[in-house]
């Protein structure tokens, strides 16, 4: 099954700092999905990226996609401790099927 | 109205109850999902269900079983749980599968404990 690969595992930054968050997956995709988790509640979609796109930008986020290299990366610029979450990557070959990888948690200290 | 509701948000049953969960859309969404949730794992895909019907069961144990009454409405029976599927269990739905239109709407989610 298709299933997206991040890194870092786990990234702790400072208010106000950039963060950087990388997907690999293996196969190819229609559009590649990030969402984010706050602890223990439900996901939120944050932004979607079709195949034929690079980039794309929604507020403080920007997501690239390289389908030659099968990965993706989403930026958060000027972070905020509310940002603090866990973030997931979902590429979706077409389908009913959205095969979440393993996250990359956040925490933006104040 | 762009919200998902679950119902309840905690579930303590013990091994040998019966107990039901409950999801809500008025979306419009034809796409409804269960995903269930160990801590610090991403959500793990249960069944998928598309214009009420079943479209996806992922080999899921007979002891969780779905149910679509209605376009709004799904719901999880459980059955005889063992502690490990203690979880959260996320309810979401979206528009059937549109490349362009993916995105999956979550509920907040029922925290079940199993005794």
């Known amino acids: 099954s298709q299933q997206g690969e991040e890194d870092p595992q786990a990234l702790s930054i400072q208010e106000g700092e950039n963060a950087t968050m990388n997907c690999s997956y293996k196969?190819?995709?229609?559009?590649l999905q990030w969402y984010r988790q706050n602890s223990g509640r439900g996901l939120v979609h944050l932004i979607l990226i079709r195949s034929n796109e690079r980039e794309k930008h929604s507020g403080r986020l920007r997501v690239t996609l390289d389908t030659s290299k099968k990965s993706s990366s989403l930026l958060i610029t000027a972070s905020r401790a509310a940002d603090t979450a866990s973030y997931f990557c979902?590429?979706?070959?077409?389908?009913?099927?959205?095969?979440f990888g393993a996250g990359t948690r956040l925490f933006v200290k104040a | 109205d762009t919200e998902v509701t679950q119902t309840p948000k905690h579930l303590v049953m013990g091994m040998t109850n019966k107990k039901s969960l409950k999801c809500e859309q008025h979306?419009?969404?034809?796409?409804m999902y269960w995903y269930k949730q160990k801590a610090k794992k991403p959500p793990e895909l249960m069944f998928v269900?598309?214009?009420?019907?079943?479209?996806i069961n992922e080999s899921v144990p007979s002891r969780f079983s779905p149910e679509c009454p209605n376009s709004s409405l799904l719901n999880l029976h459980l059955h005889a749980l063992q502690p490990e599927d203690s979880a959260l269990y996320l309810c979401a739905s979206s528009t059937p599968p549109i490349p362009q239109l993916d995105e999956q709407f979550f509920g907040p989610g029922t925290r079940l404990t199993v005794l």
């Open positions: 979902a590429p979706n070959t077409g389908g009913f099927k959205t095969i």
């Open positions: 979306m419009g969404h034809r796409a």
């Open positions: 196969t190819s995709i229609n559009n």
């Open positions: 269900y598309s214009y009420e019907k079943l479209s």
